[in-house]
């Protein structure tokens, strides 16, 4: 089931000076303009969590998300397609349906959206608050923050068939992980995986490892695959959801200089990543480097 056109996704060059940067050829993966609303990485996690929702014939998907939740519009809109029902559980009881225009385009799309507490909402990956909740909603397919799951894993493994075979890096945003995990499980041989965390403190690799462990039960294909991904840990600016003046005259300069658009939370920080990695690296030999744009622009 193809709900969206993820051929929209181009593979758009940005031309770099090789006295600068070496030589290199730096293509972004634009998954930002599969869909306004269900946007980058977004569709690639949810397909499958879709279409696991029809085949067990339920309802609709439960899931959650903070107020200005990428994944909470994108479960919206993506089951307003495909004719299921959807609940959001959103961080912060104080909030309304109005709070902010994420969630009320949320709500226009037709989510039912739960207001929960601080305390309740930090239980989300709880086994038994879990339990409870499928208990309470069983005909909905739960969904976890971000789509994190085995199967938003299996669709951005996908995500390789659409790249060139010749990818020597790719860089990617990171939040929950499932995006870095699935293509870090699908990752050809010789590419090396670049992640970049946009929250501060945060151990990517255990996360990771965490999320892998029980899908990759075998810890060598694990540990195999991990073993090509570098992490770069000094750019979330401050931490989740905080940016800079220096973030955001680097968002406006690729805007006009190359014609990307990127976000302050996640894209303008891994794309910055990669920029002062290349200054560094000075290639002499050709690099393919992929940047994937995994979207962010719904809410800014
Ligand atoms: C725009 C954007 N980029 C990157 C990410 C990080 O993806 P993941 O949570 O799969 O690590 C997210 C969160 O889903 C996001 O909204």
Not at 53 to 82: E, M, P, V
């Amino acid at each position: 089931m193809e709900l969206f056109d993820t051929s929209k996704s181009i593979l758009q060059e940005i031309k770099l000076d090789e006295a600068t940067f070496g030589k290199v050829k730096l293509l972004v993966k634009r998954d930002d303009l599969i869909h306004p609303e269900v946007s980058g990485n977004k569709w690639r996690k949810l397909k499958y969590n879709i279409e696991l929702a029809q085949f067990q014939k339920k309802d609709g998907i439960l899931t959650f998300g903070g107020a200005y939740s990428n994944h909470l519009l994108a479960t919206a809109s993506a089951c307003n397609r495909a004719g299921l029902k959807s609940i959001g559980l959103v961080r912060g009881e104080e909030l309304n349906t109005s709070s902010n225009e994420n969630l009320k385009r949320c709500s226009e799309l037709g989510m039912e959206l739960k207001f929960i507490s601080r305390a309740e909402y930090d239980d989300r990956n709880d086994k038994i608050a879990q339990e409870a909740w499928k208990e309470e909603y069983p005909f909905y397919l739960l969904v976890p923050e971000g789509g994190s799951n085995f199967y938003g894993m299996a669709g951005c493994q996908e995500l390789w068939k659409e790249l060139p075979d010749e990818v020597d890096h790719l860089f990617v945003a990171q939040g929950t992980t499932a995006t870095s995990c699935g293509l870090a499980a699908g990752r050809k041989e010789h590419t090396c995986m670049h992640v970049v965390p946009a929250l501060k403190g945060f151990d990517a690799l255990r996360e990771m490892r965490k999320l892998l462990f029980p899908f990759l039960v075998d810890p060598d294909a694990i540990e195999e695959s991990l073993s090509r991904v570098e992490v770069h840990p000094d750019f979330h600016f401050g931490g989740y959801g905080k940016w800079n003046e220096e973030l955001l005259d680097f968002i406006r300069f690729c805007e006009q200089t190359y014609d990307l658009p990127l976000d302050k939370v996640y894209t303008g920080k891994a794309f910055f990543a990669l920029i002062e990695w290349l200054k560094l690296q000075q290639f002499q030999t050709p690099q393919t480097v992929v940047f994937l744009h995994t979207g962010g622009l719904a809410n800014g």
